[in-house]
C-alpha cells in the first residue's frame, strides 16, 4: 500500500489492479477518518473525495462498518509490517525498537507530503461489531507483545535499562497517537526534525544527567487537591453532571462522537434520557461539556505548579505525574482531542485555544530546564507533542498491568521520557 499512483492518473483508471484501487479507497477513507472521525465520515464522503458514485464503491467495501474494519486492519498490518523489517534488519532490541517507531511517523509524513497512503488511527474499535473488535484488539495485543519482547529483550542483554516493559512500552506507543494530528498542523521544515528528536528522545531521554533524575525523584510532587462539596442541591447537580461528563468521556474516547448513543451513557448510569437531558441540551452539548471539564482539570494542575518555587524540570516531571494520575482516577478520564472536529469551528477554536495555553506552559519548563543545564537541548514543541499524546493514552492502568500504586506507575509511565532506553553512562 505504500507506492502511490502516478500523480497524472486516477487509481480508478481502466487496466490498474484491484488490489490498487481498493488501496486508493481505503487511503482516501483513512484521511477522512482521521480528520472527521470514523463514525463521522459516509460513504458518500468517500465516493466524492474518489470521485466515484456511491454504488461503485461497494464494489470494494460491503458496509461502512466494513470500511472503518478493512482500514484498521491495513494500519494494524503496515505496523505488523515495519515491526517485521526492524526486527530483521537490526540485531539489537533497542535498534529495532527506534526503527520501528520511527517508521510510523515516517509513514504519516511520506501521506502528508503526498508520497504514501495514509492510514486511519484506530481510535473507534469499540464502537465496531465483536467479530471485527476482537479481531483488531487481538492484532493490538500481538503487536504490543512483540514490542514488550523486545523491551524484555534488550533490558536481559544490558542494552536497555531497567524498566517497567509493559508501561514503558505503552507510553512510546501512546506517544504516536496523536501525531497524525499534529504532524499535519506542524510546519514542515519541523515535521521533518521529528523522527531524529524520536531517537534522541527516547534513547536517552531528556535529563542531562543521572544526578538530574536523582533530583527529581527527591523534589517530590505537589499534592492534588479536591474540592470539599457541601451536599447542598447545587453540589448534588454539580456531582450528576460531572457523572454524565465521566460516563460521555469513556464512550467519546471509545467509539467518537457519532458512535457514541446517549441511551448507552444514560444506562451506564441508570438514569432515564429525560435526566441527561435537564443537564445537556443535546450531545454536542455534552461533549464541548467534556472538553471543557478536561481543560478545567488540566489548568488546574497547572496552575497549582505555577504556584510552587521549584526548578522547571520538577515541574514538568510533576505535571506529568499529576494529569496520569487524574487520568486513572475517580476524577478521569480524561477526553481525547481527536473527537474536537465533531464541534462547530467557533466552539473548536475556543478549546484549543485553552489547550494551546497548558502547552506552552509546558513548553516553557522544557525551554527552562534546557536553559538552566538540566535538560539536553532537544526542541521543545515536538517534546510537548509526544509528552501529551503519551498523557491521552494514559488511562484505564488496570487493562495493561495490574498494580497497587498509581504514583509508582507514574514514574514508571514518564521514566521514558526524562531516562530513555539506554542505560545511563558511568559518571565521570
Known amino acids: 500500500m505504500d507506492t502511490p499512483a502516478p500523480a497524472h492518473r486516477s487509481p480508478f483508471s481502466r487496466g490498474l489492479q484491484r488490489e490498487t484501487k481498493r488501496a486508493a479507497v481505503l487511503s482516501c477513507a483513512a484521511k477522512l477518518f482521521n480528520t472527521k472521525g470514523a463514525r463521522s465520515t459516509t460513504l458518500a464522503d468517500v465516493a466524492s473525495r474518489l470521485g466515484l458514485t456511491k454504488t461503485s464503491l461497494y464494489y470494494y467495501v460491503a458496509t461502512k462498518e466494513d470500511l472503518i474494519y478493512q482500514c484498521y486492519d491495513a494500519n494494524m498490518r503496515q505496523a505488523s509490517a515495519q515491526l517485521d523489517r526492524a526486527e530483521a534488519e537490526h540485531n539489537a532490541p533497542i535498534e529495532s525498537l527506534v526503527v520501528f517507531l520511527e517508521s510510523q511517523i515516517a509513514t504519516t509524513l511520506r501521506s502528508l507530503d503526498g508520497e504514501g497512503d495514509f492510514y486511519a488511527a484506530p481510535l473507534e474499535i469499540a464502537s465496531l461489531k465483536d467479530e471485527h473488535r476482537l479481531a483488531l484488539e487481538e492484532q493490538y495485543r500481538e503487536l504490543l507483545r512483540r514490542l514488550i519482547d523486545l523491551l524484555n529483550r534488550g533490558i536481559e542483554a544490558g542494552q536497555i535499562r531497567q524498566c517497567n516493559p509493559v508501561i514503558t512500552m505503552r507510553a512510546m506507543v501512546g506517544a504516536l497517537d496523536w501525531s497524525f494530528y499534529w504532524l499535519y498542523e506542524m510546519p514542515r521544515e519541523e515535521a521533518r526534525d521529528v523522527i531524529g528528536v524520536l531517537r534522541d528522545l527516547f534513547t536517552h531521554g531528556l535529563l542531562s544527567s543521572p544526578e538530574q533524575h536523582m533530583a527529581l525523584d527527591a523534589a517530590g510532587a505537589v499534592a492534588l487537591t479536591t474540592d470539599d462539596e457541601a451536599f447542598d442541591r447545587e453540589a448534588l447537580n454539580r456531582l450528576k453532571q460531572q457523572a454524565f461528563l465521566k460516563a460521555g468521556t469513556r464512550c467519546f474516547n471509545q467509539k467518537g462522537f457519532s458512535g457514541t448513543s446517549l441511551d448507552e451513557i444514560a444506562e451506564q448510569l441508570q438514569v432515564s434520557k429525560g435526566a441527561f437531558y435537564y443537564h445537556f441540551a443535546n450531545k ?15 489548568e488546574r494542575v497547572v496552575g497549582g505548579i505555577e504556584q510552587v518555587d521549584a526548578a522547571p ?12 494520575a487524574l487520568q486513572n482516577s475517580d476524577q478521569g478520564p480524561l477526553v481525547h482531542f481527536n473527537s474536537i472536529t465533531a464541534l462547530p469551528p467557533a466552539v473548536r477554536q475556543r478549546l484549543l485555544a485553552r489547550l494551546a495555553a497548558v502547552h506552552a506552559t509546558l513548553e516553557t519548563y522544557v525551554k527552562q530546564a534546557i536553559a ?13 507533542q509526544l509528552l501529551t499524546g503519551a498523557l491521552n493514552a494514559a488511562m484505564d492502568l488496570d487493562t495493561w498491568q495490574q498494580t497497587a500504586s498509581v504514583e509508582q506507575s507514574g514514574g514508571d509511565y514518564f521514566s521514558v521520557f526524562f531516562c530513555g532506553l539506554a542505560p545511563p553512562r558511568p559518571s565521570s
Open 284 to 298: 454536542e452539548a455534552l461533549l464541548t461539556q467534556c472538553y471543557d471539564y478536561t481543560l478545567d482539570q488540566l
Open 372 to 384: 538552566d543545564g538540566q535538560f539536553r537541548d532537544i526542541p521543545a514543541a515536538i517534546v510537548v
Open 313 to 324: 524540570a520538577a515541574k514538568l516531571h510533576t505535571a506529568c505525574r499529576q494529569i496520569f
